[in-house]
Structures are given as C-alpha cells and as structure tokens.
C-alpha cells in the first residue's frame, strides 16, 4: 500500500493566502481520495507495492483496461504531492544556487521566469497543472498538462507545480484564479523546488 504524504505544515500554515478549508478539502477529500483508489487498484492487480512515480514508465504492466483508471489516479496522487511539498509558510523569495542561474540561464531573468509560469498557469483551459519540469538533457522546461496527466510519462522529471483544478481555489476565491496564482507565489518554496532540481540532475546521471 502507497502510504499518504503527511503534509510538514498544519493545515492553516499557509494562510493568509491559501485557507484552512481550502487545505482541508484538497488534502482530506481530494488527495486522499485518489489515493485511496489508486491502492484499491494496485491491489486488484496484484501490484500493492510499485512507488508512484515508477507507476508512468511502466504502465505497460498493467492490463490495458485498468491502465487509464491506474494513470488517472496516480498522478492524482504524484502530482498532489508534489503540490503540497512544494509550499511552505514563511517561504523566503530567495531562489537558491543551482536553481537560480539555470533559470535566468533559461528564461534570461528571474522576472521573466515568474511571467512565463504565471502566463502558463492562466492560459490552461480546464484542470490541470503548470509543471517546471527538467527534460532527459537536464534543461528546465514549463509545461501545461491536463486533468492528473503526469510528466513522468513524457519522459520529463517534474520539480515544481501549480495546481490549477478549481479544487484548489473555488473556496477561497471562486473562479479568480489569477489572484490564486499570486497567493501560491507567495508560500511555493523555493529551498524545495532547489532539491528536487538537484535530485532530478542526479536521477538523469543514474539513468
Ligand atoms: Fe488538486
């Protein structure tokens, strides 16, 4: 069985700017829920023990009629947790060494790293995520997916995400997502985002 992620933070840490219910229907109802199909699904098929990011590269395991159910509600929960991970209270503005200079090396400013995830996360239509992801040459990419698609399955390893679902605003602001993007600004840490930059250049090297 996938055990649950348990958030570092309690569920009202990132207020002012994300609330108390929001976390609490997202992490509670949401997350747990596609969690806990996604067992019942390993389980039938004989696979309870497979971590969830290994799940993508081999899906092929699985017989094909299970394959989108098993998809769906793995990156419901990879995806989710990466979310979750990726924010904290009192997240310093800082963005730390190496992360830092591959982003200017890539977007050529920090400023223009910001508009582009920001253009990214507003033009998604529907629900989805606005992934930063590092492709199979180590180069940092932004990347829209929708519904619970993972980049894991296009080879890509995700670092960074914004939740773009209504899920995970409706409450607190409705359909504004644009001051949603702002409020997850303001908690994403990025001393997380920095390690998982690291360990997704290692994971390329063992690859
Ligand atoms: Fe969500």
């Known amino acids: 069985m996938i055990q649950p992620y348990v958030l ?15 976390m609490d229907a997202h992490y509670n109802r949401h997350y747990l829920n596609y969690l806990r199909k996604l067992n019942e699904l390993l389980v039938q098929n004989n696979t309870p023990q497979i971590p969830v990011a290994a ?25 989710h947790e990466l979310y979750f991970s990726g924010m904290r209270p009192n997240a310093s503005k800082e963005i730390p ?20 995830l920001i253009e990214y996360a507003t033009i998604l239509p529907g629900s989805g995520y606005t992934f930063l992801v590092v492709n199979p040459r180590g180069d940092l990419v932004l990347m829209n997916l929708g519904n619970q698609e993972s980049p894991y399955s296009y080879g890509m390893i995700p670092i960074m995400n914004i939740d773009v679902w209504e899920h995970a605003y409706y409450l607190d602001k409705l359909n504004e ?17 920095n390690e998982n930059y690291q360990n997704a250049l290692l994971e390329l090297r063992n690859r």
């Open 55 to 79: 799940i993508f590269s081999s899906i092929d395991i699985f017989p094909i009629q299970v394959r989108d159910d098993i998809l769906y509600n793995a990156g419901g929960v990879a995806n």
């Open 177 to 193: 997502r644009g001051k949603y993007i702002d409020d997850f600004l303001e908690v994403v840490d990025y001393n997380k985002i």
């Open 97 to 116: 060494e190496p992360l830092r200079s591959a982003l200017i090396a890539k977007f050529g400013s920090l400023e223009n790293f910001r508009n582009r």
């Open 8 to 22: 570092p933070y309690d569920l009202a840490g990132l207020e002012p700017h994300i609330s108390r219910k929001t």
